[in-house]
């Protein structure tokens, strides 16, 4: 059974499924569309339902109020306020609590949790009210042209848990949606529609009515009852209204404005039609986009054909149409991928190749090719604050987010004026080569040289994005982490949860306990064990079982495996004694912890956008990657260093506490999950009081103290927006430094110096090598000369016609020496050819210089690349200086003479043709 199915049975019992007291109350009727067959509500006749309607509220609203966009929500609020609801702040637009999810694309997802494979909800309060900001990327071309499309809008959430105190159910629900459309925003009770439709989400599914004011769909309130699929569910015990409505929406039904983005983003529409100096010629432009805005659907989404349409109803060519609308949809798309962006960096993420912020990166480029097409000189990051400026009565933490957006849109912004050149150029050479692009080229072209798609179809180099592009790209990387994943022990049904010492007292090393399986001679499972499993991107511990080595620590579900040398003589249901390596376990706890002290400094020295990406804490040293737009310097990593050692020193006490999942995030927000997900109701909490606060199931020490002393070792851009910094704690640390002072004593001996002295001493034997070099060239200057005399009486006359043959080869000569007498010899004597066979370490090097005369019968590069390749190697260079090599010297030296006399044949047989 499928949407339609199941419509199709909702709907054939209207009075169980869809009928509330309002409609026997204010006396809606029940009607059938005679287009589509649809069932809904009304209080007027009408033939068809609203999805064949146009929109008529474009130039007259239905309602005496006008609500901008910010009044828009203070009216719905208040008006949901007075009737019972709490008002909920929004959640990040960055879906850190769901890891199926880069973003948050509706309003109850952010009191979704996954478990396992159930969705369970999780709401603050019941019933609420939030102004969830969304982002959708699955219709950018259509965003700024349709007057309806955004990347980024406010989904009104109406939430309630209907069987939790405070619960109400779909009678009340729609009282409510009624209420706020007839009293809030004033519109006629004749002008309202309801429709009966089905939502399906992910493990549950209802029924729901969708209402409709002069064409516009305003919202739709989801009857959430049944649990499971459509072919087999239940009714759940918790029933959740979900009501989703645009705000965007909620403004312009009462505006009546061409577009929604004329009152849904303020000011900033009007800021940017005067600082780009746009003409208003409101008449035909209101027009256009009321046709566009209420017409698109019908004509199949062709936006194309529409304005052709459109065009002839005005009496004006396509082009003046074109030309007249552009600036006004270049206007609407930038402020919309504007405040998209101001959004999801406000909320910590960055514009990448990789993962969410790739979108975020082609929204981004395309808002700025869109500014050079249309030639104009503005920032975005101005039109970030403009928005700011307006948002912030209704969302104040844009405000405090305010810089760092700036900063990460004029990074984004200089990189992208840095790639544009290369861009083009390869823009230009797909256009002019015709052949054809494949997802694969795209794939590659995206990987290596960051170039967008969308870029290539801006520039006109590809007509289209292939629709499996996206798909591609997001299957590339899921099968990165899809083989990190370790593969399954089988055999553990029926096992109770290993009691887990480790969480009860963390000092524990020693432990008896029964075993209550074996697999494989190798798996040892136990009734409990002090043994730390792998996880979190925590090292496992090491040590014994009566005396056997445990070489590896899993945790399968709620069952800890140990993976012992040889299993062969444990029985089950015998008591076995435990050991924990006590060395390992203290030092991996301790770079643990410094783990999380690190993190909270790169993101206090760096930008509120650092977020660990992911960790790695082993016993001799430990890694941490953040998320961050750039290289570090030195200085920057010497900031966070000294910050985390400040913290050190501060001894402070770091907490460990066990809370409910929904207080954790309302107390400690979202920042909690800087791990990822934790897929449990019970999270536990792991406190540096005062500094860092995390969702951690790791072993930590008790006092920052602990950790003695951090010492990042190295900092490296691993990939774009991810910086990984390699580090040693404790006694790993101590082991690091003296081992370096090893080095540096070492060196400080060889340069015959001390220590303290060994910068100036290394400095000094550079300087003097560097001025040896120097005297040996000035020395080759002189005597080249008369060296290039010598030779050139000593060469072999080949011909009547001049044509001279000198040829050395010599394991003391070295390159320079060869080169500078080469050129000096055919320089003076132009019917020279000279060539020299250099001995090295790796092998030998081919010198050929041939003079000016010489030339016109040979060339050197012919010369160089004969000998190479006799030798084995390859060669080539231009007509005068030939060089080349081959590797591996003890045979080669045997076929020197050879090698020779082949080459002066080659000469010969040249001058003689
Ligand atoms: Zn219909
Ligand atoms: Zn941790």
Aim: net charge neutral; glycine share 8%; charged share 25%.
């Amino acid at each position: 059974m499928g949407k339609k199915e199941l419509t199709n049975l909702f709907s054939s019992d209207p009075n169980r499924y869809y009928k509330v007291s309002l409609f026997d109350r204010m006396g809606f009727k029940r009607q059938r569309c005679s287009s589509c067959g649809k069932f809904f509500w009304t209080l007027v006749e009408r033939m068809l339902c609203p999805d064949h309607e146009n929109y008529s509220f474009i130039g007259k609203p239905p309602t005496n109020k006008r609500l901008d966009y910010v009044n828009a929500w203070k009216e719905t609020e208040e008006y949901f306020q007075f009737n019972g609801h709490s008002i909920t702040r929004r959640y990040p637009v960055v879906c850190r609590w769901r890891d199926d999810l880069y973003f948050t694309i509706a309003s109850i997802v952010d009191f979704q949790r996954v478990m396992g494979n159930k969705v369970v909800f999780e709401l603050p309060a019941n019933p609420l009210l939030v102004p969830q900001m969304c982002l959708r990327f699955n219709d950018i071309e259509n965003v700024g042209l349709s007057g309806r499309h955004y990347t980024g809008f406010c989904m009104v959430g109406q939430i309630c848990n209907a069987d939790a105190p405070g619960g109400y159910w779909k009678d009340r629900c729609i009282d409510l949606d009624y209420g706020l459309l007839t009293n809030g925003l004033g519109i006629k009770p004749e002008e309202i529609t309801f429709v009966e439709d089905v939502w399906m989400g992910a493990g549950a599914f209802g029924y729901s009515l969708e209402y409709f004011v002069c064409g516009l769909e305003l919202g739709n309130a989801v009857f959430t009852e049944f649990e499971g699929n459509e072919n087999n569910y239940h009714a759940m015990t918790n029933k959740i209204i979900d009501m989703g409505a645009g705000l965007e929406r909620f403004s312009w039904i009462t505006m009546g404005t061409p577009t929604s983005y004329d009152c849904s983003f303020g000011p900033v529409i009007g800021k940017l039609i005067d600082a780009t100096g746009t003409f208003e010629n409101s008449d035909i432009l209101s027009k256009y986009f009321e046709a566009v805005s209420s017409k698109l659907d019908a004509m199949g989404g062709d936006l194309r054909a529409l304005k052709s349409l459109i065009a002839k109803e005005l009496k004006i060519s396509d082009e003046q149409l074109k030309k007249m609308i552009a600036p006004y949809e270049a206007i609407y798309t930038i402020a919309d991928h504007t405040r998209t962006l101001l959004f999801s960096i406000s909320d910590g993420a960055l514009p990448s190749n990789v993962g969410g912020g790739y979108n975020l990166r082609v929204i981004l480029r395309r808002a700025l090719s869109i500014l050079e097409r249309m030639g104009w000189i503005i920032k975005l990051e101005d039109v970030a604050d403009m928005h700011t400026d307006y948002l912030k009565q209704m969302y104040p933490e844009l405000d405090e987010h305010r810089e760092d957006v700036r900063t990460i849109l004029q990074i984004e912004s200089s990189r992208y004026i840095g790639s544009r050149e290369r861009m083009s150029a390869i823009a230009t050479s797909i256009k002019s080569s015709k052949k054809k692009v494949t997802v694969d080229d795209l794939i590659r072209m995206y990987e290596s040289d960051g170039i967008t798609p969308d870029f290539l179809m801006e520039v006109g180099a590809i007509e289209n994005i292939p629709s499996t592009f996206y798909t591609k790209l997001a299957e590339l990387h899921t099968t990165q982490t899809a083989s990190q994943v370790q593969k399954p022990i089988y055999g553990l049904d029926g096992l109770l949860p290993t009691r887990l010492m480790y969480y009860e007292d963390k000092s524990i090393r020693e432990f008896t306990s029964k075993v209550l399986k074996v697999i494989e001679n190798k798996y040892v499972i136990l009734d409990q064990t002090a043994f730390y499993p792998r996880g979190g991107g925590q090292e496992p511990d090491s040590g014994e079982i009566d005396g056997v080595k445990v070489v590896d620590v899993i945790k399968q579900t709620d069952i800890v495996v140990h993976k012992l040398q040889d299993a062969r003589d444990f029985v089950e249901g015998n008591t076995v004694y435990g050991m924990v390596n006590d060395r390992r376990r203290d030092l991996i706890t301790k770079h643990h912890t410094a783990t999380h002290v690190l993190n909270t400094s790169a993101r206090i020295n760096l930008g509120s956008w650092v977020w660990q990406n992911s960790a790695f804490k082993e016993e001799n040293y430990a890694r941490l990657d953040i998320t961050h737009h750039s290289a570090l310097n030195r200085e920057e990593v010497e900031r966070i260093e000294k910050t985390a050692n400040n913290v050190i020193r501060q001894d402070l006490p770091v907490i460990i506490r066990l809370f409910g999942r929904g207080d954790a995030e309302q107390k400690y927000t979202f920042r909690i999950y800087q791990g990822g997900v934790v897929p449990t109701n019970n999270i536990r909490i792991v406190n540096i009081e005062g500094w860092d606060v995390e969702a951690c199931g790791g072993t930590h020490v008790n006092k920052t103290g602990e950790i003695g002393f951090i010492k990042i070792t190295k900092a490296e851009r691993i990939q774009d927006g991810i910086v990984r910094l390699d580090f040693v704690a404790a006694e790993a640390a101590v082991n690091y430094i003296q081992k370096q002072e090893n080095q540096l004593t070492a060196i400080a001996q060889s340069l015959g110096s001390s220590k303290e002295k060994v910068v100036e001493s290394s400095q000094k034997s550079i300087d003097d090598a560097e001025a040896a070099r120097r005297k040996i060239k000035t020395i080759l200057r002189k005597i080249a000369p008369s060296m290039a005399k010598s030779i050139i009486s000593e060469a072999k006359q080949l011909s009547f016609n001049g044509i001279k043959f000198y040829s050395v080869y010599d394991e003391e000569l070295d390159d320079e020496y060869c080169i500078a007498i080469g050129e000096k010899s055919v320089e003076i004597d132009p019917s020279l050819i000279y060539i020299a066979l250099i001995s090295k370490s790796q092998g030998m090097r081919v010198v050929v210089f041939v003079g000016e005369k010489a030339r016109l019968k040979i060339k050197a590069s012919i010369i160089a690349k004969q000998i190479s390749t006799q030798l084995g190697g390859s060669g080539g260079g231009d007509d005068r200086f030939g060089q080349g090599g081959a590797g591996g010297n003890g045979m080669i030296k045997d076929r020197i003479k050879e090698v020779l006399l082949s080459a002066e044949e080659l000469v010969m047989k040249n001058i003689a043709g």
